[in-house]
């Protein structure tokens, strides 16, 4: 009996003993991942704050379209005409679209389009300066809605110049027009660029409408061409994953203290399977979460601008590798979150039109066929039948469909333009 109670003495301190070792050890491993997490939750805000520098002190200079470059910031003009907001929108659709209305609506159409505000004059301005360059802003409400309704106003002010048979005017506001696209789509985050190349749409269409309405002379055509060229050569094709998307999404982290609720939300609502044991490697850290998936995203991005300068196939076939990558990452942040911050945007496509219309403008002017580079891969493709003359892009599958395929909307086969001489 006396025996047996110093050997239950002992069991219960070695019992004891190991409870307190495993504690200790489990208070020592959770220091030693607060301090990782520290440490590499420091290194995010460093970095991010360096992309940022380097964003910010890139050159904004780009070429103007017609004239000469004024001097200033082409955003500070901008930003004038998009705060004011745009009267009677569903006047101009309607106008765009050749429905004029009743007497009474023309009335107010023609005061709207005279530009009381001196809304275009801006545009105009800001198309001429010698710099683009994004103004940092709080308030983000007008990105996309107000971008596309001071399109819709420049478009709507060249079709009612051409109405009047003020042909070159209203080609050099559809210019504007199209320059402007091209600065809204800089050092931007894709998800807040959207408009640009629907607004480049507009422009090119317009211009397009322009010529094969009559509207245009020789010169006229030779002077778009030209100014297409200087567009072109400053157009930034986007990538799948640009740096300003991962300073947007770093700055998200840094915000978010409950990634584990929104992980755990996101494969819920998309089917996944939500498990609190998704986030064992990364020792149940939110930071450490946060930051790993920030140097995925980082290193990814380098990948994709390295991979810009690279024949567009091989660039989206970069593209596509890397996001599978990423949504076949370990990091529970990155494969339930993914899908919903990267945004293809349709950057060379624009390029494309932009290059075809400038081949187009140029043949009927001087019956002259440049032998321009395709954005998605070789050489521009032609085919003269008469008096007809077709020129194509293969367009994002690189596959010479033989110019079948369409103009104004997203194709999957060729992009296609066709005109008479």
Known sequence: MTEEKPRRSRAW????????????????????????????????????????????????????????????????????????????????????????????????????????????????????????????RERQDWIEESLLDLALLAASRSKALAEEGKGREASETLLDLAQFSRDTGVDVPSIECGASPRICDMALGGLLELDLGGKLTREDRLAVAEALGRLDSSWSDRVLLEDVDVVQIGRGLLQSWHLYAEVHSTMTKTGGEASFWIGWRYGFSDRLIAADAFEQLLEASKGMSAARRSPR??????????????????????????????????????????????????????????????????????????????????????????????????SALDIVLEVER
């Open 313 to 410: 196939p091989e660039c989206l076939k970069a593209a596509s590798e890397a996001l599978s990558a990423l949504m076949e990452s370990r990091n529970p942040y990155l494969s339930a979150n993914c899908y919903r911050f990267l945004h293809g945007v349709g950057s060379a496509q624009e390029r494309a039109r932009i290059r075809l219309l400038r081949v187009a403008l140029h043949y009927r002017a001087t019956g002259e066929i440049l032998d321009l580079e395709d954005p998605f891969g070789g050489r521009l493709r032609h085919e003269v039948q008469g008096s007809r003359f077709k020129v194509w892009s293969v367009g994002p599958d690189g596959v010479d469909h033989g110019g079948i395929g369409g103009w104004s909307s997203p």
């Open 13 to 136: 301190k070695i019992l004891v003993g190991v409870i307190i070792s495993v504690a200790a050890a489990a208070v020592g491993v959770a220091l030693w991942i607060a301090s990782v997490a520290a440490h590499r939750w420091e290194a995010m805000e460093q970095s991010i704050r360096r992309l940022e520098y380097e964003i910010l002190a890139r050159p904004g200079d780009r070429p103007v379209l017609t004239g000469i470059a004024e001097p200033g910031n082409a955003w500070e003009d901008y930003a004038k005409a998009l705060d004011v907001p745009l009267a009677h929108g569903d006047l101009l659709r309607n106008f765009l679209q050749g429905r004029s209305g009743s007497p009474a609506d023309q009335a107010i159409l023609k005061t709207v389009l005279s530009d009381p505000a001196g809304i275009l004059g801006d545009l105009h301005r800001g198309a001429h300066r010698a710099v683009a360059k994004q103004l940092p």
